[in-house]
Nanobody, 114 residues
C-alpha cells in the first residue's frame, strides 16, 4: 500500500516558478515508477513526467525544458520543479505511483496568472 500527498501548489504569475512535492508513505517508494499528471477544468488528465526507480526520466513535449522531475528515495518524496510557467499550466497537479498497482494523490492546485 502506498499513500501519496502532494503539496507546493499555489498562485504564481506567468514566467514564475513553483516546486511541487509528493510525500509517499510506505516502504515500496524506492521501487516505484513515479509520475506527475495534471488536469485542467473540462480536460482529460494529462501526463507530464515520469521517473523510474533508477532515475530515468521522460517528459511530455508540453513541459520538456521547463519542468524537471526528481526523487529522493531517502525521504520518500517526489518533486516537480516548474519554471517559466504559463497560464495554460493552470490545473490540478497529481502525483502517481506504479508498483504493479497504481496509486494517486489527492492533487494540488496550480494557478498561473497572466
Amino acid at each position: 500500500q502506498l499513500q501519496l500527498v502532494e503539496s507546493g501548489g499555489g498562485l504564481v504569475q506567468s514566467g514564475g516558478s513553483l516546486r511541487l512535492s509528493c510525500a509517499a508513505s510506505g516502504s515500496i517508494f524506492s521501487g516505484a515508477v513515479m509520475g506527475w499528471y495534471r488536469q485542467a477544468p473540462g480536460k482529460q488528465r494529462e501526463f507530464l513526467a515520469r521517473i523510474s526507480n533508477g532515475g530515468t526520466t521522460n517528459y511530455a513535449d508540453s513541459v520538456k525544458g521547463r519542468f524537471t522531475i526528481s526523487r529522493d528515495n531517502a525521504k520518500n518524496t517526489l518533486y516537480l520543479q516548474m519554471n517559466s510557467l504559463k497560464p495554460e499550466d493552470t490545473a490540478v497537479y497529481y502525483c502517481n505511483a506504479w508498483t504493479g498497482a497504481v496509486y494517486w494523490g489527492q492533487g494540488t492546485q496550480v494557478t498561473v496568472s497572466s
